[in-house]
Structures are given as C-alpha cells and as structure tokens.
C-alpha cells in the first residue's frame, strides 16, 4: 500500500512543530504572556520598576512574576555605535521588539571571555527573536529613537555573567515613567493580534 503525499505532509507538518517547540521553547511562553499580558497590565501596582543603566544603552524596565517566568516591559535608549554591553543572559529569553528597531550583534562563547562574534541582526517593529542557549551573546542598539519591546525571562542557568550587577543596586523609574511604559504596552496590546506560529 503507497504512502499518500497528504500523509507525508501532515507527518512532516507535525514532526517539524515538535522540533521547533523543542528547541524553542521560550517563544512559546512569549506568546502565551502576550495573550494574558492586557489582563496583566490593569494591575499597576503589580509591576515592579528599574532603570537599568550601569552600560549601554540605557533600558527603563517594568517587569512582574508570572507563572514561573519574569515578564519585562522595556523601554531601550539609543546609545553610540561602540557603547552597547554585549552580553549573555543567566536564563532562556524570548523578545518581541513592538516599536522602532535596533541593531543587535550576535557573538556565542562559554564562560566571560570574549565571545566569537557571529554578525550583526537589524531588527524591526513587529520582530520576534529567543535566546535558548547559555552560551549565546548579544548586545541592542536602537536606531535613531527609543525602542520599546517584550522580553520573557525562563528558569536562571546559573551561568557566570561578565559584569554581576544586582538589581537591588539600580534605581526605580518615577511613577510617570512607570505610567508611560505600561501605557504604550496597554495601548500596544488593546488591538486584536495575527495569530503567531
Ligand atoms: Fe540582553
């Protein structure tokens, strides 16, 4: 009896969906916050401030807990095109850039030497982009005004950083700019979404 190239397909279909959540598992929490995410913003005082500005470029974050993961509301600051802190992250991540674009230089390399860079990305509004490997580095840099993404952070790798900077010695946003950050996010996520994926 011959196989019938509808059956094929479909056996295709399903094995490529398996790998891809496999491999990539993050962007299928990104999108899951992104459907839970205008529920989530109408709780203002559930959302914690930092202005992370100890290098390039400077990023005004809103972030709270959510199922396990930490849910980031970034506002990120154009910088010189030698200044951003290229870097790895402690956990899996997924990004949703939402508005404006930034250049990100890609590199990959284990521990905190200097990595292997790998090249250069430009990013635009509407542009989804995961982190699954520890060893994997990057740095942003938005192009001509600020940009405004999602990040969702995973389970910490326990990995070693270059520079250990703890949040605690960072400063709070101003309740305005607190307000503006989640306003743009309300705003942003107050149409109906393509569906993803
Ligand atoms: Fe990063």
């Known amino acids: 009896m011959g196989v019938r190239s509808s059956d094929l397909h479909k056996f295709f279909k399903i094995a490529y969906h398996q790998i891809i959540m496999t491999i990539t598992p993050m962007m299928d929490v990104l999108l899951t916050v992104e459907k839970n ?8 005082a559930g959302w914690n401030t930092v202005d992370v500005n100890y290098h390039p470029p400077r990023v005004e974050r809103v972030w709270c807990y959510w199922e396990g993961h930490r849910i980031n509301l970034h506002r990120i600051h154009p910088c010189e095109r030698d200044e951003p802190y290229v870097h ?9 850039v939402l508005s404006g674009s ?8 284990q521990g905190i030497e200097d ?3 790998l090249g250069s990305t430009i990013l635009g509004a509407d542009s ?6 520890r060893d994997e580095w990057h740095s942003v840099r938005p192009l001509e005004k600020a ?3 999602l990040m969702v952070n995973g389970t910490p790798w326990d990995r070693e950083m270059p520079i250990e900077q703890s949040a605690s010695d960072l400063s709070p946003l101003t309740p305005e700019q607190k307000r503006e950050i989640l306003q743009f996010f ?8 393509p569906p993803r994926l």
């Open 37 to 44: 995410l205008p529920r989530l913003l109408e709780d203002e």
């Open 88 to 96: 790895p992250h402690p956990w899996p991540s997924a990004m949703h």
């Open 147 to 149: 940009a405004y993404s």
């Open 102 to 109: 930034y250049e990100m230089i890609r590199g990959f390399g």
């Open 128 to 133: 989804y982009y995961s982190m699954e490997h």
């Open 115 to 117: 990595p292997i860079i």
């Open 186 to 193: 309300r705003e942003f996520y107050s149409g109906s979404r």
